[in-house]
C-alpha cells in the first residue's frame, strides 16, 4: 500500500511562500500521478495541482496558477508544492494525493490513496 507524509505547511504572511512536501513509500512510485488538494472546515476537498507519472505535465486550479508550482523527485520518492505570494484565502489544510496511474486528474475521486494533511495558515 502507498503511504504519503505531507509536511512543510505553517503560519505565513500574505505574499509569503511555503514549500510543501509529500513522502511516498511504496512499489512503483513513478509510476503514480500525483496531486494537492486543500480544505477548508465545511468545504470539499479541492483540487489544487498535479502531476503526471513522468512528471511532464502539470496541472494547477485557476486560483493558484501563477502562484504554485508541482514538481516530483522520483530518486527521493517526493512531490513537492512551492507556494509563492500567498493569499488569506490559501489558507487550508493541503493534502497530497497519488492515483495508480500515469495520468493526470483533477477531481478527488480518481486519487486512490491520501496524506494525513498538513495545515497552511496566511495571515493578513
Known amino acids: 500500500q502507498v503511504q504519503l507524509v505531507e509536511s512543510g505547511g505553517g503560519l505565513v504572511q500574505a505574499g509569503g511562500s511555503l514549500r510543501l512536501s509529500c513522502a511516498a513509500s511504496g512499489r512503483t512510485f513513478s509510476a503514480y500521478a500525483m496531486g494537492w488538494f486543500r480544505q477548508t472546515p465545511g468545504k470539499e476537498r479541492e483540487f489544487v495541482a498535479a502531476?503526471?507519472?513522468?512528471?511532464?505535465?502539470?496541472k494547477y486550479a485557476d486560483s493558484v496558477k501563477g502562484r504554485f508550482t508541482i514538481s516530483r523527485d522520483t530518486a527521493k520518492n517526493t512531490v513537492y508544492l512551492q507556494m509563492n505570494t500567498l493569499k488569506p484565502e490559501d489558507t487550508a489544510v493541503y493534502f497530497c494525493?497519488?492515483?495508480?496511474?500515469?495520468?493526470?486528474?483533477?477531481?478527488?475521486?480518481?486519487?486512490?490513496?491520501w496524506g494525513q494533511g498538513t495545515q497552511v495558515t496566511v495571515s493578513s
Open positions: 502531476i503526471d507519472g513522468s512528471g511532464g505535465i502539470t
Open positions: 494525493a497519488a492515483r495508480s496511474g500515469l495520468l493526470v486528474f483533477v477531481t478527488k475521486d480518481r486519487y486512490d490513496y
